[in-house]
């Protein structure tokens, strides 16, 4: 699914959309992709998919497939990864697929981006890592108070509304920038602290909501996660819930190697989103 979604992709971006489904549906294609796209060498990629039976083999050619589309266009081309870490998790082979194939690139760069440090930190930083000194590091951290502070206080908005922004999302890069952008494009949400609490819950939460759920289904995954979750985000000890000491323990590290929690000082967890702490509270 990711050689595809790969391919797919590279595909659309150089105007030949659409094309995958239906070359897999035709049962004589091969012919006219030698001769209309003979220079991409998409022929033996669909049967590669059509058959199902290669699929590091076909990994691989799709990431050759991002240099071979950046000399067709002569462009250098651009590539966005999102959620990388989740790959280490599925199988550390694709990391190291991606590694070898991508280092032999001279007209691709390549964005990967991770929630989960943790994981991120495995690939990129620690020197067993498939990507250790592949390439800069960029570490997203809180906006500095002092700053959102100034900007709040440009657009107009009271002191207890712009206390309330920073307490709830502790100056939290997405959401600071997402609540500034909509305060000004709809003057009415953060005129005052009961228009902001309107606007948490009835537009922010709303339009992320499938991100919520799908967060909620991923500690629901491990036994006990949930519970122990909820805990933290209400800033209630997770160890009084009654299960044993080690099921906690346990719990907690991998809700942290996860990214959903981070630890506050030596006893004290928090949760690392403050919308998902506020959904949960």
């Not at 651009?78 to 599925?90: N, P, Q, R, W, Y």
């Not at 005129?191 to 948490?200: A, F, N, Q």
């Not at 759920?213 to 979750?229: G, P, S, Y």
């Not at 929690?261 to 928090?270: L, R, T």
Request: proline share 2%; net charge negative.
């Amino acid at each position: 699914s990711i050689a595809e979604a790969i391919i797919e992709n590279t595909l659309n971006a150089l105007g030949i959309a659409g094309k995958i489904k239906l070359w897999l549906q035709q049962v004589e294609f091969s012919l006219k992709l030698k001769i209309k796209y003979a220079d991409l060498e998409l022929e033996p990629m669909i049967q590669m998919i059509r058959n199902n039976n290669d699929e590091w083999a076909l990994l691989e050619h799709a990431l050759e497939f991002l240099e071979t589309a950046a000399l067709k266009s002569s462009k250098h081309v651009v590539v966005f990864f999102d959620e990388f870490g989740e790959l280490h998790s599925a199988d550390e082979r694709i990391i190291k697929t991606f590694r070898s194939v991508l280092q032999l690139h001279k007209h691709v760069s390549c964005l990967f981006a991770g929630s989960q440090e943790t994981l991120m930190t495995k690939i990129f930083v620690e020197q067993s890592g498939a990507f250790y000194r592949f390439g800069n590091l960029v570490w997203l951290k809180e906006f500095e108070r002092s700053e959102v502070i100034e900007l709040l206080e440009d657009m107009k908005l009271d002191f207890a509304t712009i206390d309330k922004i920073i307490s709830l999302f502790g100056c939290h890069p997405y959401y600071t920038s997402r609540i500034i952008k909509d305060i000004m494009l709809q003057p009415i949400y953060g005129t005052s602290v009961e228009y902001l609490e309107e606007y948490i819950n009835q537009v922010l939460i709303l339009e992320e909501n499938a991100y919520l759920e799908l967060q909620t289904e991923k500690i629901k995954a491990r036994n006990n996660a949930l519970d122990v979750f909820t805990n933290i985000a209400l800033g209630i000890d997770p160890y009084s819930l009654g299960l044993s000491k080690q099921v906690v323990y346990n719990v907690l590290k991998n809700l942290e190697i996860s990214g959903f929690i981070s630890k506050a000082d030596k006893s004290k967890y928090v949760v690392t989103d403050p919308l998902l702490k506020l959904y949960f509270s």
